[in-house]
């Protein structure tokens, strides 16, 4: 099932929860609405599944108004961060209770119902665990006992607000691969909610990055992540270096750096950032000719298992920088701390810092001055 | 008993600890098991015969009816009314919550007696709704309607306010699952409120029902003291006394006493029971993550 949502308006007293949020989501797809706390991406969850009522908008189901359906009957699964799972209740009567409590004629017979039941639980691979209770169980099964009940009303979207969130770190990659390999087997449209980043790259087909209420930008991981559309995308996904300096005359100055902008012809003296990845900078050992390279001085070297990650202090404003490294590449020339380099990004991104004139961000790719 | 360095340094000194030992037990003694006793002893004094003569007597059984009477009007109206605040309160957000939890602490803050003269305002002969009822030949001031009201009046909060702070801890995602699986508003209260609330629930109604059948001051202003039509059993207690008849007074009190231990006992097995589920679960995991 698709889903459209148009103008959506939600405010929580003088607090703007959802400023006007557009999206349309494909039949069968992974969607992760991408943000900080606060950010309202719970908020547009809960009004796709209807615990919450919007002020203004309309969502559409396959094309047909939804916005005033009761949460009941919009058929939508629902994953609770925090499971919902019915304490009194075993896991098996909590994955057959959607199955129970449906009206009479259209309720399946006890057979059906423990079928089906058995049906799920070996989907999630849990069917030792039917007759315990959820306090009896670890937080990554009592997820999937959630996930199996959800799934037990045949729903035509899967709503997960931080599914992973309340479980370790090593559960929850377990769970979110789990979690991609079942949407494949269903192709079930499905929507998730999530503030970590790695969460949403590794798991979606695209990202909704949301911000303040609204959305900063929509893509595949691969377009979010390489080509962010504002600053805040920039910053929220993955490490950046930031590097101020000034636009002018289609030129940007970032300390002794020079970098080609022509987008900012009509610039003056404009204030610029320019954001880099760590993983988007070369050390080099000497300076080179024209202006592409920032003196620094390594300041500490730490290895993280394969890769390696340089601090440096810029000679320009003594600003920290970070530059990570394959430990192949860091092993063909070890700097250490106290070494002077010269750093040359190979790839960087500036926005003008005067947010009343709307210029594109350029993309400069390290040579071809 | 060996005591670590550690238990040492963190606990006080063992002559503290007898001395505040024995001080709650010598006040324990002093007012509540002593007072207790000489219920029972005075109440047997005279032998078995004078005791259950005192309970058979026509009046004593109309009191004992009226109380028990009393108790099952209120307690099932607290019942609802209780279960209806308890989820408003929790469940939803809206203007004046704070000034309706207020209001429901008022039987706790206002003297019994001033809730009884409150009722004698409304429904007395000179009150606002007296004449009106005289008219329609309707008693409920010195008459059993006034009893019970009184007795939902002082009764009101214990049921409320049990369950409010219970409700607000559990919140309300088990509701919304329910909700989004298909449920009915019934089915979710049925199944999933009311199972989760029972413990605290039962609580509530014991604590409600042992005052309903104690209670005296409201209920002696409105009851008018009509014997063996208005007196409840501790209007009864009262009467007996200020007639020097000590041996019935005291085998009245008994049998209100017991009423209020069997209570007590309830509530003592519900809570034992609720702890060694809670405990029984806690164990299961620590099994199943071991």
């Known amino acids: 099932m698709s889903i459209a949502i148009r103008a959506l308006i939600k405010r929580f007293g003088h607090f703007t929860a959802l400023a006007g949020i557009n999206l349309d989501i494909q039949t069968g797809e992974l969607v992760a609405l991408l943000g900080p706390s606060g950010c309202g991406k719970t908020t547009l969850l809960r009004i796709i599944a209807g615990l919450e009522n919007a002020d203004s908008g309309a969502i559409q189901f396959d094309g047909q108004e939804a916005g005033h359906r009761h949460v009941r009957d919009r058929n939508v699964g629902f994953v609770f961060q925090h499971y919902a799972l019915f304490q009194h209740m075993t896991v098996f009567e909590n994955i057959a209770f959607g199955l129970r409590v449906r009206p009479r004629a259209r309720r399946l017979g006890e057979i059906q119902i423990r079928a089906k039941v058995q049906e799920l639980l070996s989907l999630i691979q849990l069917e030792w665990l039917a007759g315990r209770y959820p306090s009896q169980l670890s937080g990554g099964q009592r997820q999937r006992i959630a996930l199996a009940r959800a799934l037990a009303v045949e729903p035509q979207v899967l709503l997960l607000d931080e599914p992973f969130g309340a479980l370790d770190t090593k559960v929850r990659k377990e769970l979110r691969r789990w979690l991609r390999r079942l949407h494949d087997e269903l192709h079930m449209t499905s929507v998730f909610v999530t503030h970590d980043q790695e969460e949403a790259l590794e798991v979606a087909d695209r990202i909704v990055v949301m911000n303040h209420g609204q959305i900063e930008q929509i893509g595949s991981p691969q377009e979010v992540y390489d080509t962010p559309a504002t600053p805040f995308v920039y910053q929220f996904l993955g490490h950046i270096n930031l590097f101020k300096g000034r636009a002018h005359a289609g030129w940007v100055r970032l300390g002794g750096l020079r970098v080609p902008a022509p987008e900012y012809q009509n610039a003056k003296h404009t204030p610029a950032m320019a954001y880099v990845r760590p993983h988007d900078i070369d050390l080099l050992r000497e300076p080179e000719d024209g202006d592409t390279t920032l003196a620094a001085t390594v300041s500490r070297v730490s290895i993280l298992g394969s890769l390696v990650r340089l601090e440096l202090l810029q000679q320009s404003d003594g600003e920290i920088a970070e530059v990570e490294m394959t430990r192949e590449r860091y092993a063909t020339d070890p700097l250490q701390p106290g070494d002077a380099v010269f750093v040359k990004p190979r790839q960087l991104r500036i926005f003008l810092r005067d947010d009343s004139i709307d210029y594109p961000p350029v993309y400069w790719n390290g040579g071809g001055i | ?290």
């Open chain 2, 1 to 290: 008993m060996l005591v670590s360095p550690i238990q040492r340094a963190i606990t006080e000194p063992p002559i503290v600890r007898r001395l505040l030992i024995g001080l709650t037990l010598g006040f324990l003694t002093l007012f509540l098991f002593l007072p207790l006793a000489a219920v029972f002893y005075e109440a047997l004094r005279k032998g078995l015969g004078v005791y259950f003569a005192a309970l058979v007597d026509p009046d004593a059984a109309a009191a004992i009816r009226l109380t028990l009477l009393c108790a099952m009007i209120a307690v099932p109206l607290n019942l609802v009314f209780g279960i209806a605040a308890a989820w408003a309160i929790a469940k939803f957000e809206f203007h004046g919550k704070s000034v309706l939890i207020t209001l429901i602490d008022l039987p706790f803050a206002v003297s019994p007696v001033i809730a009884g003269l409150i009722y004698v305002l409304m429904f007395g002969a000179q009150g606002w709704l007296g004449p009106w009822l005289a008219a329609h030949d309707i008693k409920i001031l010195f008459a059993v309607p006034g009893i019970v009201l009184a007795t939902v009046f002082v009764t009101f909060p214990f049921i409320a306010r049990e369950l409010i702070p219970l409700m607000q801890e559990q919140g309300i995602e088990e509701e919304e699952a329910a909700l989004v699986l298909g449920a009915s508003g019934w089915q979710t209260f049925w199944r999933i409120t009311l199972p989760n609330i029972k413990w605290g629930l039962l609580y509530g109604v014991v604590l409600c029902t042992a005052r309903a059948m104690g209670e005296f001051g409201a209920v002696s202003v409105v009851s008018g003291h009509i014997r063996g039509a208005t007196n409840t059993l501790p209007l009864q207690v009262e009467i007996l006394y200020n007639e020097y008849q000590f041996a019935a007074a005291f085998a009245v009190a008994s049998l209100l006493t017991v009423l209020a231990l069997v209570m007590l006992a309830v509530k003592a097995l519900i809570e034992w029971q609720a702890h060694q589920t809670r405990r029984a679960a806690l164990a299961a995991k620590g099994e199943t993550e071991g």
